[in-house]
């Protein structure tokens, strides 16, 4: 693991070699344990280093790219000349854009912890083994991935940029099975002393036991409430189509929506920069400074992502990234939601979710880890998976009450949402 | 290289490794991408590294590396044997062991007419360029963007069997789409071909240029056509929307480390047995499947599998009855096989092998002269649809929802009107055993998947599927609308 002084020097080495040439250098080292487990053992476990360069070279309005591991002099030397020649072939782009000069990062919390990667594969296969112990103690299975990694990314160029950043990250993901039904438990966190392995552990194995022989129930629409997990792979989807160019040509949800109101009041959706537990990227296309953004305010659409081309084009301003994302919630948990709900269904998590149509942002997927039929604010028992097709346009208009937003991974911060009217449409005797 | 390949595999012997292999890749990309008139993407990637898996005591370990020296591979089998000790602290209950196969010295390279790498970039950048001119030009298309990626996989394997292999095979991927807008809708068409085990005269035979103002036209089509209808009704299927069909509904559940359930956490399971083999009708008995890890241009046919095992082809559902899986030699030896049919393979130097979907294939109807017409002729009211679009499976790979590229109804025998926004939904087996004829074998196309994921941390792969026009009776269409 080179130090940043190390690589700003390397950037500077690479960039000297490709003088007289206008280019940008984009850096990026990761370190990663990832040990895998299924059916209460251990069944991969890897580790592995990578440093990675590409070497962008401009011509005008012609540009080459190279991307190599091999980090050696000769070899990036033979990657310029490569890149060199192909920035004097490759048609011109009209949509090219300049690089950036040096620009100024905002301060942003801490976002690398030594505590990952001191991390042993001893401890990590001691983590793992708390969840297949408590799974072993009930006759259930016990699978999932606990990974961490550490991840240095740089750019710099020829007029002067020169941009880095370093992250960590300890993700602990396990789904238990029982005879009749799973359950879910995870976390993610920036730091491993944040990691509380046995709260983990106890999720999953809680969720599982509540899961056990779940009851038919007929597909239609429901009160749902979705755990932030759920919710997150949801809004995922949202915020992939956010791109403006897309929305001014009309192929995306948000066709003419700027400034217009689209879901619930409730909704207030924002990239966050301040935030300890989600801390962001400095920096993203081309070096461009991470901004704190509104995306939704009371509902309404405030802003879309423009890259640097389309907002020169249409006079706005550049997005550097639309992550991290906090949305807002409310001062309750997801039980306080469960005992707000006259009927409906609890939803763990969701699975395999595609687009039906991509302009309507309608959607398909399945429930999965566990959903439970919610009567007068309790839980009556766990009921089968079911296919849904639904917006979340919809399902965030229709919001009823949210919980206190949490991390769902390092680039969002998501509360539990209870919305009416969340159409399911077959039924799947899968457990 | 093979200086470095004993370092490994002796280190790992000296760490107590009943097996161990060394495999090193290096891999070469190209890419070019084109979104609308811009070329927003021209590079050539250049990679490499190795890595050693070692089983100790019944338990692995893995390790990566880019630093090909005699004493970095030493650390790294070290390394990686450090790691199966960790392992061993949560125990298979029965310990891991290596279905036995034959020592293969070997040197194989795959189809590759014409080298892609000595292609000019800017003739790519063109051909793209004048694809996304021609889609743009016809009305109401705001967007089209097409993509060549062309990759020379390079990997030498060696293992403790005393195996050694060399093996060079070359892939083509090429991707062209666009949007059309029309009154508030907004629907796409593009290439449905798939990728293919060659060189660039693959992208010289398709010709996308000759299709692209086609696909443009649809994707209008698509826009002022009627929506789905809804109800039980017969379906016409063709070959390219087939592939992702039998991907996720035949390919998936017959992997070994699924029915295991090694997969539990993410991608899911399997409601197959290792019992249900022989004795569990899949399919109706038109219906058959072959695995075939040497069809040619098939982007499974390495020759050999990340574990060392010699490809070979053999029946996945024969006249409707299961009777293989696809397994690796850790998997086999589980449910009682001598041996491992290929289906084990990485998509990098730095992640272990997986149990992956082989090139996996319909058979074409026993009928040669029967016809997608004919099958079309069969249908009373139905929707007949090209391409893939929307697709969605449960974790068991039981309840499934497709959509597709282009839909047309079918109305007493004729194709009628075009449609958009159609689904279906079904049941694995209640779908292949609704299935009634499947035209013959001059209709037979195959189709090139190079984005199957699969695994944690997520590892990408490829594999070709393949079939002719195929029909299937009483499905629910059209349960997703808003």
């Not at chain 1, 920069?273 to 993203?284: L, N, S, V, W, Y």
């Not at chain 2, 075939?292 to 390495?302: A, D, K």
């Not at chain 2, 049941?427 to 209709?443: H, I, L």
């Amino acid at each position: 693991m080179r130090t940043h002084e190390e690589i700003k020097q390397l950037l500077e080495k690479i960039l000297a070699f490709a003088k007289p040439h206008t280019a940008q250098i984009h850096y990026s080292w990761d370190n990663s344990l990832a040990t895998r487990f299924g059916e209460n053992a251990i069944t991969q476990n890897m580790s592995g280093e990578s440093e990675n360069v590409r070497i962008e070279i401009f011509n005008g309005l012609r540009k080459g790219s190279m991307v190599t591991n091999n980090l050696d002099n000769e070899s990036m030397k033979k990657m310029i000349e490569i890149a060199v020649k192909m920035s004097k072939d490759a048609p011109e782009d009209p949509e090219l854009m300049e690089i950036l000069g040096q620009q100024e990062y905002p301060d942003t919390p801490k976002s690398f912890f030594d505590d990952v990667i001191q991390l042993t594969p001893e401890q990590v296969a001691n983590d793992a083994k708390v969840v297949v112990e408590g799974a072993k103690a009930k006759g259930y299975k016990a699978s999932g991935l606990f990974e961490v990694s550490a991840n240095i990314s740089a750019i710099a160029n020829t007029k002067g940029l020169f941009c880095i950043e370093d992250s960590t990250n300890v993700s602990y993901s396990t789904t238990v099975h029982g005879p009749m039904g799973s359950g879910k438990g995870f976390a993610n966190h920036s730091s491993y002393a944040d990691l509380d392995i046995r709260k983990v552990a106890d999720m999953a194995l809680t969720n599982a036991e509540m899961a056990q022989n779940p009851a038919d129930i007929e597909p239609e629409d429901y009160t749902v409430i979705f755990e932030p997990a759920a919710v997150a792979e949801m809004l995922g989807f949202l915020i992939w189509n956010m791109r403006a160019r897309d929305a001014d040509e009309g192929t995306t949800v948000f066709a003419g929506k700027l400034g217009q109101k689209m879901v619930s009041d409730k909704v207030n959706i924002s990239v966050v920069i301040d935030d300890p537990e989600i801390p962001p990227a400095k920096f993203g296309e081309d070096g461009l400074p991470i901004k704190a953004l509104p995306i939704f305010e009371n509902g309404v659409l405030k802003n879309l992502r423009y890259d640097r081309f389309w907002a020169k084009n249409t006079g706005n301003e550049p997005v550097a990234s639309i992550f991290p994302l906090a949305m807002k919630g409310e001062e309750q948990s997801v039980d306080d939601l469960v005992k707000k709900c006259k009927k409906g269904l609890l939803v763990k998590n969701l699975w395999y979710i595609r687009y039906v149509d991509r302009r309507e942002l309608l959607l398909t997927g399945m429930t999965r880890d566990g959903v439970f039929l919610v009567e007068d604010g309790k839980i009556v028992g766990p009921v089968k998976n079911l296919r849904w097709n639904e917006s979340p346009i919809v399902f965030l208009s229709n919001i009823v009450a949210m919980s206190r937003p949490e991390r769902v991974d390092s680039n969002a911060k998501i509360p539990g949402i209870m919305s009416e009217g969340f159409t399911f449409s077959s039924k799947s005797e899968s457990l | 290289m093979k200086e470095f390949t004993d370092v490994a595999l002796n280190a790992a012997k000296d760490a107590g490794a009943t097996f161990a292999d060394m495999r090193i890749v290096e891999e070469r990309q190209n890419r070019v991408y084109v979104e609308r008139k811009s070329l927003k993407l021209i590079d050539e990637t250049e990679s490499s590294g190795y890595c050693v898996r070692v089983l100790i005591d019944g338990a692995w370990g893995f390790a990566s590396n880019t630093k090909l020296t005699r004493d970095e591979v030493a650390k790294t089998a070290e390394r990686a044997a450090v790691i199966a000790k960790a392992s061993a602290k949560v125990p298979k209950e029965i310990p891991a062991v290596m279905a036995p196969e034959a020592k293969h010295i070997d040197t194989r390279v795959g189809p590759c007419e014409e080298d892609p790498f000595a292609v000019p970039n800017a003739e790519k950048a063109e051909l793209l360029l004048n694809c996304t001119n021609a889609m743009l030009s016809q009305p109401n298309i705001v967007m089209a963007y097409g993509y060549l990626q062309f990759i020379k996989l390079h990997r030498i394997i060696a293992n403790t069997d005393g195996s050694y292999l060399d093996l060079t095979n070359y892939f083509a991927n090429p991707m062209l789409n666009c949007y059309a807008v029309d009154a508030g809708e907004s629907q796409s068409r593009g290439f449905q071909g798939g990728a293919k085990q060659a060189g660039f005269e693959f992208i010289r035979h398709i010709d996308l240029e000759a299709n692209a103002a086609k696909w443009a036209e649809e994707a209008l089509l698509k826009c002022r056509a009627e929506d789905t209808p809804r109800g039980i009704m017969d379906l016409v299927l063709d070959p390219m929307h087939l592939a992702l069909t039998m991907h996720e509904s035949v390919g998936h559940p017959t992997e070994l480390d699924r029915i295991l359930g090694w997969e539990a956490n993410m991608a899911g399971r399997s409601f197959v047995k290792p019992e249900m083999v022989g004795n569990y009708k899949y399919g109706s008995d038109v219906v058959n499947f072959t695995a075939n890890n040497v069809l040619e241009g098939g982007l499974g046919s390495w020759f050999y599998d990340d574990d060392g095992v010699e490809l070979y082809s053999f029946p996945m559902v024969k006249d409707g009855m299961l009777v293989n899986l696809g397994c690796t030699r850790e998997t086999a030896p589980i449910i009682g096989w001598e041996k491992s049919n290929g289906c084990c393979r990485s998509d990098g130097f730095d992640k272990p092998p997986i149990n992956r979907i082989p090139n996996l294939y319909m058979e074409p109807g026993t009928d040669d002269n029967l016809s997608p017409d004919d099958l079309i002729a069969g249908v009373d009211k139905g929707v007949y649809i090209e391409g893939m679009g929307s697709f969605s499976i449960d974790q068991m790979r039981n309840n499934f929802q497709f959509g597709g590229d282009m839909f047309w109804m079918i109305e007493n025998g004729r194709k009628t009107k075009p449609l958009k926004k159609v689904t279906y939904q079904a049941q694995t087996t209640q779908f292949w055993n609704s299935c009634d004829a499947v035209a013959g074998k001059k209709w037979w196309q195959p189709h090139g998947v190079m984005n199957c994921g699969k695994g944690e941390p997520m590892q990408v792969m490829r594999m070709t599927h393949g079939a002719s026009w195929t029909r299937f009776r009483n499905i629910a269409v059209g349960g997703a609308q808003l």
